[in-house]
């Protein structure tokens, strides 16, 4: 039992830093190696923290919004000091440390060292301008192994891995500490070093297996772990749909019950719904935000979200059961999306989810139409049962909300 929770938290740590890394096409990992790399510096210099600074790694940007404003394109001070987005992402990342539902040790470390992520050995990086032995070891070895990724992805392909462009870069431009430099410098000398540096994605997880979270709390309820997901995901969308995660949350675990599904179907799309927009976090936020109806080609961009929270949930073990919530777009007649699926092809807890996701949408403030009130909703979903709606389900949402 304390197993799979320490599997389940773990696994949550990599799926919400793997969404952080999620653009549209492409996923840099730079979280997975940001940890491998700050394990491999703190080996060195503080042994005893090396896991924490793994996990501090990993989880360094959670904090930063997705898509378009994925940090590894915005390798320039100065740029990244004018973008809101990302001038408060150290903040915002702290914050989502602290927030998590139970303490274990060495979360007030990682929040620390995280905070001091982007500060710079010679006193001009940000949120304080920090100089040298000012900035806690553990953040200088963060900034350290956060700038070789980036800057070793610097060529014009950004999914090519040119150690040297790094190395060349921070030999000089005072941005982290000399001794640090030195221990990079030495670990691109190893062919192993480079060889796992590079197939991040294949070597992972045989070494996060090894690492150990310990829980300052006992008591341990998985419950916790999906809502903080579902209020990770919250605080990145809320600008745009303020409470959307939550009120699918509510009704489609309402929908779930009605139909007298057993408690762990009920609970299998409770879980589901706090991770169905997943996706979205890799959608450009001036699209999310965008206060007008959307082009057809912003449309698609929107729709990938739907792909992308299968591929998302499938890719780490602990979610890999609720990867259905990714079908919600789809419809009965056939002619959703990512794969047009139809009728009973649609997993069961999608269609309640769909339902769910529409009476939501419908119900909330959005600047492109009016709101509906509740039983305006209702006679939509009843107009589009056996279109867009399983017509199996409709009665049932009907008779428990009129
Ligand atoms: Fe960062
Ligand atoms: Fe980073
Ligand atoms: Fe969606
Ligand atoms: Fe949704």
């Not at 949550?12 to 890394?21: A, K, M």
């Not at 008591?219 to 916790?224: G, I, P, Q, R, V």
Request: proline share 4%; glycine share 6%; hydrophobic share 40%.
């Amino acid at each position: 039992m304390v197993d799979d929770f320490q599997k389940l938290v773990k696994d949550c740590f990599v799926l919400i830093s793997l969404t952080q890394d999620l653009v549209i096409h492409s996923n840099y990992h730079h979280g997975l190696r940001c940890a491998y790399l700050a394990e491999k510096i703190g080996e060195e210099l503080i042994p005893d923290e090396k896991d924490i600074l793994f996990f501090a790694g990993l989880l360094h940007d959670i904090g930063a919004q997705g898509g378009a404003f994925h940090l590894i394109h915005f390798p320039d001070l100065k740029t990244q000091m004018i973008n809101d987005g990302i001038r408060e992402h150290p903040y915002n990342t702290t914050h989502l440390i602290r927030m998590f539902p139970f303490l274990f040790e060495g979360q007030h470390r990682i929040a620390d060292y995280i905070l001091h992520h982007h500060e710079w050995w010679k006193g001009i990086g940000y949120p304080r301008q920090l100089r040298e032995e000012q900035i806690p070891l553990g953040a200088r070895i963060l900034r350290a192994a956060d700038a070789f990724d980036i800057y070793s992805r610097s060529g014009k392909d950004r999914n090519e891995i040119i150690p040297e462009n790094a190395l060349h870069l921070l030999k000089s431009n005072g941005e982290i500490d000399p001794v640090i430099y030195k221990i990079l410098s030495n670990l691109c000398k190893s062919e192993n070093f480079l060889y796992e540096y590079r197939v991040i994605e294949n070597i992972f997880y045989s070494h996060y297996e090894k690492k150990k979270i310990k829980f300052l709390t006992s008591e341990l309820d998985s419950n916790l772990v999906y809502e903080y997901i579902g209020y990770v995901i919250e605080s990145k969308l809320g600008a745009s749909s303020p409470g959307h995660i939550y009120a699918d949350v509510l009704y489609a675990t309402q929908i779930a019950t009605a139909l007298g599904l057993s408690s762990q179907e009920v609970k299998d799309i409770k879980i589901a719904s706090y991770l169905h927009d997943l996706g979205k976090l890799a959608i450009p936020s001036e699209i999310i935000e965008k206060p007008a109806l959307l082009t057809e080609k912003e449309w698609e961009i929107v729709r990938a979200h739907a792909s992308l929270t299968i591929e998302l949930l499938e890719s780490v073990p602990a979610f890999k059961k609720f990867s259905f919530a990714g079908y919600h777009h789809e419809r009965w007649d056939g002619k959703g999306y990512p794969q047009g699926l139809k009728e009973d092809e649609i997993p069961l807890g999608a269609r309640i989810i769909c339902i769910a996701d529409a009476l939501d949408a419908m119900t909330s403030r959005r600047p492109y139409r009016p709101t509906l009130t509740f039983q305006e909703a209702l006679i939509e979903i009843e107009k589009n049962s056996g279109t867009q709606f399983d017509p199996h389900i409709v009665p049932k949402v009907l008779e428990i909300y009129r």
